[in-house]
């Protein structure tokens, strides 16, 4: 409905800018990629004097990018997004965080995710960011704390970080808790797929 309501404001009102950003997120929430990146490519162009919306399109233009594995896109938009705020704490983590899943620019990844523990030092996600980064560069003794932090930080069970913190533990040599945090991460999964049947 939200595609539906957007396109016609978009009739009345086609050099709003936010309508197209409604729009391309709406597009992306349901995978149309190609329409996702049309809208905000257009909507982009009639952004006067908002830096912080300039900045979240061009922060979801790199997720649909990542979302469709075009790296050197995504890459592209989130450096765009960070040029305008610097301080933007979404685009640092993701951008931090996908180029960790590739392992790619691991430095530069470390000091973008530092900034968000920094700013936001109580949030879960982003010491789970900073460990996994460490975990790539070999620092497993501080990837294994900023791993351990998200997890007591975290308001719910996280298959993810369980599966990040027992990678950690088999590297380090821990093989039994290794694989307790293996089988807590199953259990969080099979408890996620029983309440979707």
């Not at 912080?52 to 469709?68: G, P, Q, V």
């Not at 691991?106 to 936001?120: C, N, P, R, V």
Request: hydrophobic share 35%; with cysteine.
């Amino acid at each position: 409905s939200l595609i539906r309501d957007s396109e016609r404001a978009l009739e009345l009102y086609p050099t709003n800018p936010i309508i197209y950003y409604l729009n391309a997120l709406s597009c992306y929430n349901l995978k149309k990629h190609e329409k996702a990146i049309e809208s905000i490519n257009s909507g982009v162009n009639f952004v006067i004097q908002n830096p912080s919306l300039k900045t979240e399109m061009y922060s979801l233009l790199a997720e649909i990018y990542n979302t469709i594995e075009n790296y050197k896109m995504s890459d592209e938009f989130y450096e765009k997004s960070l040029e305008i705020t610097p301080d933007n704490v979404f685009s640092l983590n993701n951008y931090a965080y996908y180029l960790a899943l590739r392992g790619e620019n691991l430095e530069k990844a470390k000091k973008m995710s530092y900034k968000t523990i920094q700013m936001f030092p109580k949030e879960a996600n982003y010491h789970d960011t900073y460990a996994w980064i460490l975990f790539k560069l070999g620092d497993l003794k501080e990837a294994k704390y900023h791993m351990e932090e998200a997890i007591e930080l975290s308001k719910t069970e996280n298959a993810t970080f369980y599966d990040h913190i027992a990678d950690i533990l088999l590297e380090i040599g821990d093989l039994e808790m290794s694989d307790f945090y293996k089988k807590k991460s199953q259990e969080v999964k099979n408890k996620k797929n029983e309440t979707e049947d």
